[in-house]
Structure formats: C-alpha cells, structure tokens
C-alpha cells in the first residue's frame, strides 16, 4: 500500500518491524535498513540496477531476511519542491514494488540533498575517491531512511501526548 503521508505510513508500520529505505539511481539502487525499534538507520549495500524483476527479486530477498515491515523510497524533487521526471520513475517503481508486496506500506521521503550530505560526511571521514563511489548510494539510503526514522519518532511522541 502506497502512502504518500508520513503520519499514515507510520500508523501502517506493524510494530518491532524494520524499516528499508531506498535512494533509486538510473544504475544503482542505494539500500539502508532500520532496527526493528526504529531509531538507527544503516547503509547495507548497493544494488546494480538491471531489470526491474531483477532487482525486486534482490530487494525481495532483503525484505524476507531483515523481516521488514515498511519501505521508504527517496522521493528526488527539484529543488523548487515540483517533481519531475526521476519523480514520476520512483512513483512508478513504487506501483511496482506494490504489486509484490500489497501488505507493505510504502511511503516516500523528499531526498533532496541527500547525495551531498552523504558525499560530505565521507569526505570528513577521509573516504578515498574509489570508496566514496562504492558507498555513496547506500549512505545516501541511510540520510533518506534516517530522516525518516527522526520524523516517525517526532509523530509518536505526539500521539502519545
């Protein structure tokens, strides 16, 4: 089930279940998953795009093992907040992921920025240039699923009060 609002996605998120959030590239898919109390996010690694039965079957696999309970995509707006192309290419892979996995709330998260905050924080931590390439999907991944995991902590609080 696809939710574009964050407050329904973490209502339809069964609890003690994992999160994994997704930073979609025209050739790499950038995967991070959460801990089932939602409060960490960690890259876990990059999926060379192929085809799209491929690459689901991949992420399937994520999914059963890790026991997942929602999925989070990077939702890439320009930077004036419309969408555009690479917009309506994640919407699309989201119907699709939809269609194997109907129970799963799938939610998206504006992941503007989120490249470059990646990108910074391997250069702080002197990252070589051959590395940054290997990693910087998946630590995109876990910018965009930790954003996530902040605002579903925020949401929470609030319904508690």
Same mark, same amino acid.
């Given at each position: 089930?696809?939710?574009?609002?964050?407050?329904?996605?973490?209502?339809?998120?069964?609890?003690?279940?994992?999160?994994?959030?997704?930073?979609?590239?025209?050739?790499?898919?950038?995967?991070?998953?959460?801990?089932?109390?939602?409060?960490?996010?960690?890259?876990?690694?990059?999926?060379?795009?192929?085809?799209?039965?491929?690459?689901?079957?991949?992420?399937?696999?994520?999914?059963?093992?890790?026991?997942?309970?929602?999925?989070?995509?990077? @939702?890439?707006?320009? &930077?004036?907040?419309?969408?555009?192309?690479?917009?309506? /290419? +994640?919407? $699309?892979?989201? =119907?699709? #992921?939809?269609? @194997?996995?109907?129970? &799963?709330?799938?939610?998206?998260?504006?992941?503007?920025? /989120? +490249?470059? $905050?990646?990108? =910074?924080? #391997?250069?702080?931590?002197?990252?070589?240039?051959?590395?940054?390439?290997?990693?910087?999907?998946?630590?995109?991944?876990?910018?965009?699923?930790?954003?996530?995991?902040?605002?579903?902590?925020?949401?929470?609080?609030?319904?508690?009060?």
């Amino acid at each position: 089930m696809i939710l574009d609002d964050i407050t329904e996605f973490a209502t339809a998120v069964p609890p003690m279940r994992a999160l994994i959030g997704l930073d979609l590239g025209e050739k790499t898919i950038g995967v991070a998953v959460s801990d089932s109390f939602l409060s960490v996010a960690t890259p876990l690694e990059t999926v060379r795009r192929k085809k799209f039965g491929i690459d689901a079957a991949r992420l399937g696999e994520i999914i059963a093992e890790r026991s997942i309970g929602g999925l989070i995509l990077g @939702l890439p707006y320009n &930077m004036d907040g419309s969408e555009g192309p690479r917009c309506q /290419s +994640t919407r $699309a892979f989201a =119907r699709n #992921l939809d269609r @194997l996995h109907p129970d &799963m709330p799938i939610g998206f998260w504006d992941e503007r920025l /989120s +490249t470059v $905050a990646a990108e =910074r924080a #391997l250069l702080e931590a002197d990252t070589s240039r051959r590395r940054r390439a290997e990693v910087i999907d998946h630590v995109a991944a876990g910018y965009i699923l930790q954003g996530v995991l902040d605002r579903l902590r925020v949401i929470r609080a609030a319904q508690e009060n």
